[in-house]
């Protein structure tokens, strides 16, 4: 799989932005999905994570309430709302794609087997 993801930029504090990730292959609906983040000087860290159908997701505790992960597998697309968002939202996002044969989503790094390019995201105060 091939993950482009899209939709970063620059947002004053309390804003919103919307990404998306478009997979390439004919596959997707045979990955679980995850939205990771790695801010400068830091390691790279959970966000979201949706399974294979859609039908369970888990959030990192820091974006809950504020981010909303969701897939439409018709158009090989995952996407991140993100609200309200603050400058520790600062960071360079990644979608990650997980060949799994369960229908659960994944929380870690290690797990994932395909990686975008990566989109900037900058929250200013």
């Known amino acids: 799989e091939q993950l482009v993801e899209s939709g970063g930029g620059l947002v004053q504090a309390g804003g919103s932005l919307r990404l998306s990730c478009a997979a390439s292959?004919?596959?997707?609906?045979?990955?679980?999905m995850g939205w990771f983040r790695q801010a400068t000087g830091k390691e790279r860290e959970f966000v979201a994570s949706?399974?294979?159908?859609?039908?369970?997701?888990y959030y990192a505790d820091s974006v809950k309430g504020r981010f909303t992960i969701s897939r439409d597998n018709a158009k090989n697309t995952v996407y991140l709302q993100m609200n309200t968002l603050n400058p520790e939202d600062t960071a360079v996002y990644y979608c990650?794609?997980?060949?799994?044969?369960?229908?659960?989503?994944?929380?870690?790094?290690?797990?994932?087997?395909?990686w975008g390019q990566g989109t900037q995201v900058t929250v200013s105060s």
């Open positions: 949706i399974s294979r159908s859609g039908g369970l997701i």
């Open positions: 990650a794609a997980d060949w799994t044969l369960v229908n659960l989503p994944s929380i870690k790094v290690t797990d994932y087997d395909y």
């Open positions: 292959g004919r596959t997707f609906s045979s990955y679980s």
